[in-house]
């Protein structure tokens, strides 16, 4: 299994960026998907998920309206489009797996994900 995370990069308070997730080695509609963030000095948290074969996602509050979770059954990749970036948005993002058998509905709860990538950095700077 291999979830391989790119996209990351400075970018502007206001800006836009699109992080990608492309994973392998799993049936990708069996599995709901989420992106999990670090800020430097913080705990690992929780932004969005997707439920690949349903399509249901969930965002945290403070995402909601700028953030949007997608996904691509053809290339089993996620994708995280984060607009009107905020400096708070700094951090290393990081997309997980679990397979839905085990947890029917997407969470953002990152206890219960068993596959996750290396991560890429994302700093929201002037």
């Known amino acids: 299994v291999q979830l391989v995370e790119s996209g990351g990069g400075l970018v502007q308070p206001g800006g836009s960026l699109r992080l990608s997730c492309a994973t392998s080695?799993?049936?990708?509609?069996?599995?709901?998907m989420g992106w999990f963030r670090q800020a430097p000095g913080k705990d690992r948290e929780g932004v969005s998920c997707?439920?690949?074969?349903?399509?249901?996602?969930y965002y945290e509050d403070s995402v909601k309206g700028r953030f949007t979770i997608s996904s691509d059954d053809f290339s089993s990749t996620i994708y995280l489009q984060i607009n009107s970036a905020e400096p708070e948005d700094t951090g290393v993002y990081y997309c997980?797996?679990?397979?839905?058998?085990?947890?029917?509905?997407?969470?953002?709860?990152?206890?219960?994900?068993?596959?996750w990538g290396q991560g890429t950095q994302v700093t929201v700077s002037s």
């Open positions: 997980a797996a679990v397979s839905a058998s085990l947890q029917p509905i997407c969470t953002i709860w990152q206890g219960v994900y068993h596959y």
């Open positions: 080695g799993f049936t990708f509609n069996d599995y709901n």
């Open positions: 997707i439920s690949n074969h349903d399509g249901d996602t």
